[in-house]
């Protein structure tokens, strides 16, 4: 059984907050997460429709890491993809590309949207474990924030009605993951300047990949044994 909360931050404009409640009930997401909102009222609620209760039971968390509390794949959204590796941060996938990976994906999916005039910073995408772009024409790519909303909630939608085939690693176990590579590191003195792109690089490959238990069992065991035997290889030298 798959979850899906909207996370919105920073959102300027109600009037936004309301249609992307309307969108969400149009494709049976109810939970609604705000950091930093602009106050709601009576405009916000004429545009979210029959999603009003989404409104009415919406959360707001004071940061972005408390709105992702529980999460086991996060999801953010841009509208500046690239393919470069140079600029790693932003490679993306589509929402089609994205629904197709996570169809059997059990468990709470985020899928986070930033602020309408400049979107998520370097440091909001650095803690999403994948980013998902929506093709648009070159001339004005960018789209309203309840419109990207609605294609990707669209897509998502289509692809949970497709049965669940593993069960895949939660998001406690890829951070336990994470963590693992993260002691990797240290052990092999991998050079500090190179730590911080070799961690979210990982955390982008994990998230798109979308493990199994079973696939995160074997990778824990590679980087756990490795990290343990480099360890053991220092302690005879010194000893």
Same mark, same amino acid.
């Given at each position: 059984?798959?979850?899906?909360?909207?996370?919105?931050?920073?959102?300027?404009?109600?009037?936004?907050?309301?249609?992307?409640?309307?969108?969400?009930?149009?494709?049976?997401?109810?939970?609604?997460?705000?950091?930093?909102?602009?106050?709601?009222?009576?405009?916000?609620?004429?545009?979210?429709?029959?999603?009003?209760?989404?409104?009415?039971?919406?959360?707001?968390?004071?940061?972005?890491?408390?709105?992702?509390?529980?999460?086991?794949?996060?999801?953010?959204?841009?509208?500046?993809?690239?393919?470069?590796?140079?600029?790693?941060?932003?490679?993306?996938?589509?929402?089609?590309?994205?629904?197709? =990976?996570?169809?059997?994906?059990? +468990?709470?999916?985020?899928? @986070?949207?930033? &602020?309408?005039?400049?979107? $998520? /910073? %370097?440091?909001?995408?650095?803690?999403?474990?994948?980013?998902?772009?929506?093709?648009?024409?070159?001339?004005?790519?960018?789209?309203?924030?309840?419109?990207?909303?609605?294609?990707?909630?669209?897509?998502?939608?289509?692809?949970?009605?497709?049965?669940? =085939?593993?069960?895949?690693?939660? +998001?406690?176990?890829?951070? @336990?993951?994470? &963590?693992?590579?993260?002691? $990797? /590191? %240290?052990?092999?003195?991998?050079?500090?300047?190179?730590?911080?792109?070799?961690?979210?690089?990982?955390?982008?490959?994990?998230?798109?990949?979308?493990?199994?238990?079973?696939?995160?069992?074997?990778?824990?065991?590679?980087?756990?044994?490795?990290?343990? =035997?480099?360890?053991?290889?220092?302690?005879?030298?010194?000893?």
């Amino acid at each position: 059984m798959r979850e899906v909360v909207v996370v919105l931050v920073g959102p300027k404009n109600e009037g936004n907050i309301g249609a992307v409640a309307r969108a969400m009930k149009n494709f049976g997401a109810r939970r609604l997460v705000l950091v930093d909102p602009c106050p709601i009222g009576d405009e916000a609620r004429k545009r979210a429709m029959h999603g009003v209760e989404i409104l009415d039971t919406a959360r707001t968390a004071p940061s972005l890491q408390a709105a992702l509390k529980g999460a086991d794949l996060v999801a953010g959204t841009t509208g500046i993809a690239t393919m470069s590796e140079k600029k790693f941060l932003r490679i993306s996938v589509t929402p089609r590309e994205f629904a197709e =990976r996570i169809s059997a994906m059990p +468990g709470t999916l985020a899928i @986070v949207f930033g &602020r309408e005039d400049f979107g $998520l /910073l %370097d440091e909001e995408l650095e803690v999403c474990d994948l980013l998902v772009s929506i093709p648009a024409h070159p001339q004005y790519p960018v789209l309203n924030l309840s419109h990207a909303t609605a294609i990707i909630l669209y897509e998502v939608f289509s692809s949970g009605r497709s049965k669940q =085939r593993t069960r895949e690693a939660s +998001g406690r176990e890829k951070e @336990v993951l994470h &963590r693992a590579l993260a002691e $990797l /590191l %240290d052990a092999t003195d991998y050079p500090s300047h190179k730590k911080w792109r070799t961690k979210v690089m990982f955390r982008r490959l994990v998230g798109r990949a979308v493990p199994s238990k079973w696939e995160f069992h074997a990778l824990m065991g590679v980087l756990r044994g490795a990290t343990k =035997r480099i360890q053991r290889l220092e302690r005879d030298r010194r000893g």
